[in-house]
């Protein structure tokens, strides 16, 4: 047998006792079959070396990550995850590092019933791409797009904490120990928000994940549904770590630009309010309502704390 079949059995080939899976990787084509009366959602997200992670990132959070950003695309259209494929270029095999990038992949895969199904592996750069696939009721599917006028707009799980984390990896803060590991943490394994996203889809009128920072996401539901946003800057929901540098150094920018949180923003009519709130008790995340929408293009206005409003940063990270 080639390394290359070698390594594909030794560490992507599991047994899954899932009667969704006709034929399992190892064949051309995976074959699975999704229940009737149930539509596919599919989603891809890749992670480039030095674009997305620093080099020396360990391989296990590595795993974990390039999983779990496709998770949180299934949980913010309220998909239930099923199957994934992964395509990893490697410059080479070393097994230890392949060995960590297999528990880091199955401990997240297997919390959430996913079943990886087939991929490629090739030599080059390093670069990790899934595809995630999940199911949804027929005409299932919270989209950007269903947003209304008068809505609240809610976050799961706290902003920023990921950017700051990303700069205290770059030396260029220094943060208490428990403070850097909490942020670090988000930054490197971030929780995907698929309970939320199940639980909370039959309440909300647009959902979206927060990967490239609050406004600029929060921004693609306005320009979707057609709405302004007024947002309490108060009320957002931040780690301590990232909350004291607000306060004392008036850095928005964290958790209204900061990337990478992959939780999850949505909109919901004030009728929902309680019914919301009453989701707390079974989610292992806070829901918290930062603000409402009004009629309007796609504008976000932020109230400071003491009165009038934020000056917002530039919004987003876009790779062209
Ligand atoms: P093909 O040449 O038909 O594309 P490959 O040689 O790329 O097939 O892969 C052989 C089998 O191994 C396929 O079933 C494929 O889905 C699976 N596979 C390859 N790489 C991975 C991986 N990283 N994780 C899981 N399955 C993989
Ligand atoms: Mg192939």
């Known amino acids: 047998m080639s390394q290359e079949f070698e390594l594909i059995d030794r560490y992507f ?7 969704d899976i006709l034929v399992e990787n190892g064949d051309d084509c995976a074959v699975l079959l999704p229940p009737a009366g149930k539509s596919l959602a599919v989603t891809t997200d890749t992670l480039v070396e030095g674009v997305h992670f620093l080099a020396d990132t360990p391989s296990d959070l590595l795993a ?16 239930s995850p ?19 990038f297999a528990k880091g992949l199955f401990t997240l895969a297997d919390s959430m019933g996913v079943a990886l199904v087939g991929g490629d592996t090739t030599r080059g750069p390093l670069s990790l791409s899934i595809t995630a696939m999940g199911l949804l009721p027929e005409k299932g599917g919270v989209l950007r797009s269903g947003a209304q006028v008068g809505d609240d707009v809610y ?24 403070h850097e590991y909490m942020c670090v943490e988000r930054l490197q394994q971030p929780q995907p928000r698929v309970m939320a996203g199940l639980a909370l889809a039959p309440y ?3 959902m979206i994940d927060c990967s490239d920072g609050f406004l600029a996401d929060l921004g693609h539901i306005l320009s979707a549904s057609g709405a302004d946003a007024v947002i309490r800057g108060e009320s957002l929901p931040m780690l301590e770590a990232v909350s004291e540098r607000v306060k004392e150094q008036g850095e928005w920018a964290l958790p ?11 909109t919901a009519p004030p009728s ?9 008790d079974v989610l292992d995340c806070p829901l918290t309502w930062v603000g409402s929408l009004f009629a309007g293009e796609g504008k976000i206005n932020v ?3 003491e009165g009038g409003y934020i000056e917002l940063p530039e919004a987003g990270y876009s790779h062209f």
Request: proline fraction near 3%.
């Open 303 to 305: 109230q400071a704390p």
């Open 204 to 206: 909300v009128t647009a």
């Open 82 to 100: 099923a199957w994934f494929t992964l395509a990893l270029t490697l410059p080479e095999a070393d097994e230890r590092w392949l060995q960590e």
């Open 256 to 266: 209204l630009a900061g990337g990478d949180d992959y939780e999850l923003i949505f």
């Open 64 to 79: 974990h990550k390039a999983l779990a950003v496709n998770l949180s695309d299934l949980a913010a259209m309220g998909a």
């Open 272 to 280: 929902r309010r309680e019914a919301i709130a009453s989701l707390v």
């Open 155 to 178: 976050v799961t799980g706290t902003l920023g904490g990921a950017a700051l984390g990303l700069r205290a990896l770059r030396g260029e803060v220094s943060l208490p120990s428990a």
């Open 13 to 19: 080939k599991r047994e899954y006792l899932r009667a």
